[in-house]
């Protein structure tokens, strides 16, 4: 039998796997839409894709990590979350397309020359959408990886498919596009929604019905974790909206591909942080030893990411045409904080497996404050470079508040969590060379 580091290793891999897969759709997606609709285009199509994921963002209230706690937690929980979570989604996610549809309607500057048409069936995708991420964390609370990595790679896989559809093959434009990721949001919902029956229908004695006491627990807990999770969004997406707000559709389209390959970087924290939060949950990991592990390791890797970007910033106009070719310095101011926050990301699951106490949502309210700052201070004069600034140092502001935080309630030093031992290098070195001779 695996140990449980090597558990937890395989588990990472294989969802990271998934996740590249999913950039690598997304990224393939962006480069045909640059190509075929230029930066305009693709600045338009980030706009609607921002609004739809703050939407769901700040409708979620938190259930989707409160799902995957809960579930972790005690088993018998997963038929009332599934039930609360599918009538809560087709809710409140109905409401939450009508209020985009009803401000894109209102002629707001947010949308700028967006067709109305264009929001609407994007509006449309929103309540499967949450469908989709409620069911996904709930079976990440039962240990069910494969299917977690199943959606995410369906969800990005039909992306990247659809702009061939649309763009290469039809040689349609960006509604026809945005239709066919809108229906492609309804299938994903649906298989979600079968899933979570066959899981159901393992469990002796399940109640298939609402159980609203159990939804009031967890909205109460979810609280914490819904700041926790809205106000990064808000920072990592509110800034394209800024900056098509302040200068336009095209120079969103150049940050958008610099905030792409940022968010490239940042996904393999992201995984370890997904597959570490129930681990967390279930060994009760109060003293911070399993998280400290954890994030040498990932500060070691994202050193390595992170430089490997830099050379790769200049290669993005090859790709994507003459019109981005600032996104080369706009990836780099990004990367300082790039680093940063993907060691956050890891570390902040030791809080987030223990309850998540009410510091470090506060902790995202004053970055948030920042960053909004920031952001109009800064966009209007410098644009795209002035956004990429405020959020690469917002990004190192949370991890810096995290870390102390982090040190003073566990007793751990920042450096014991930031920088990997002898022993461990060793062992990290003795794989690398086990994997060259086996491939060898």
């Keep these: 039998m695996d140990s449980p580091p090597r558990r937890f290793s ?6 990271l796997l998934a996740r590249l897969l999913t950039v690598a759709g997304g990224i393939g997606a962006s480069i045909i839409v640059a190509r075929r609709l230029g930066a305009e285009g693709l600045g338009a199509l980030a706009v609607l894709n921002a609004s739809v994921a703050l939407a769901i963002q700040i409708g979620n209230a938190g259930l989707p990590s409160t799902n995957t706690y809960f579930v972790a937690e005690d088993r018998r929980n997963l038929a009332a979350a599934s039930v609360n979570s599918l009538l809560f989604s ?20 947010l949308f700028g020359d967006v067709p109305l048409p264009l929001v609407m069936v994007a509006a449309v995708s929103i309540p499967f959408q949450i469908i989709t991420l409620l069911g996904a964390n709930i079976f990440l609370g039962m240990g069910g990886l494969g299917r977690f ?53 393992g469990l002796k004695d399940a109640r298939v019905r609402p159980n609203m ?21 808000m920072i990592i997406r509110a800034d394209l909206l800024i900056v098509k707000y302040f200068r336009g559709a095209a120079e969103t389209g150049v940050y958008d591909v610099a905030s792409q390959v940022a968010a490239a970087l940042m996904l393999l924290p992201g995984v370890i942080g997904t597959v570490l939060f129930p681990r967390v949950v279930a060994a009760h990991d109060t003293g911070g030893e399993m998280t400290c592990a954890v994030t040498r390791h990932t500060a070691f890797i994202m050193l390595l990411l992170c430089l490997a970007a830099v050379p790769t910033a200049f290669i993005l106009p090859v790709f994507y045409g003459a019109e981005f070719t600032d ?14 926050i993907g060691i956050e990301s890891v570390m902040v699951q030791h809080f987030s ?7 470090i949502p506060l902790f995202w309210v004053a970055t948030l404050g920042v960053n909004l ?25 949370i991890f810096a508040l995290v870390a102390f935080y982090f040190r003073a309630k566990t007793g751990k030093s920042v450096s014991s969590a930031l920088l990997m031992r002898g022993s461990e290098m060793r062992a990290l070195l003795s794989v690398i060379t086990r994997s060259k001779l086996a491939a060898s």
């Design 373 to 397: 700052a920031l952001n109009l201070a800064l966009v209007p004069r410098f644009g795209a470079r002035g956004a990429a600034l405020a959020s690469s140092v917002c990004y190192v502001l």
């Design 90 to 109: 087709l809710t409140v996610g109905s409401l939450l397309a009508l209020g985009m549809i009803s401000l894109a309607a209102s002629r707001a500057k």
């Design 353 to 359: 497996g223990i309850g998540l106490p009410a510091t």
């Design 213 to 233: 006491d159990l939804f009031r627990r967890m909205a109460g807990y979810g609280l914490r974790f819904y700041i926790a999770t809205l106000i990064p969004m």
């Design 327 to 340: 996104a080369r310095v706009l990836l780099l101011i990004l990367l300082p904080g790039v680093y940063f």
């Design 10 to 15: 395989s588990q990472v891999t294989v969802t």
């Design 149 to 201: 990595n199943l959606l995410e790679s369906l969800r990005q896989s039909f992306v990247l498919v659809n702009a061939v559809i649309a763009l290469v093959v039809a040689g349609a434009g960006l509604f026809a596009l945005v239709s066919l990721n809108t229906a492609a949001s309804v299938l994903i919902s649906l298989l979600v929604v079968l899933l979570m029956r066959s899981a159901i229908a």
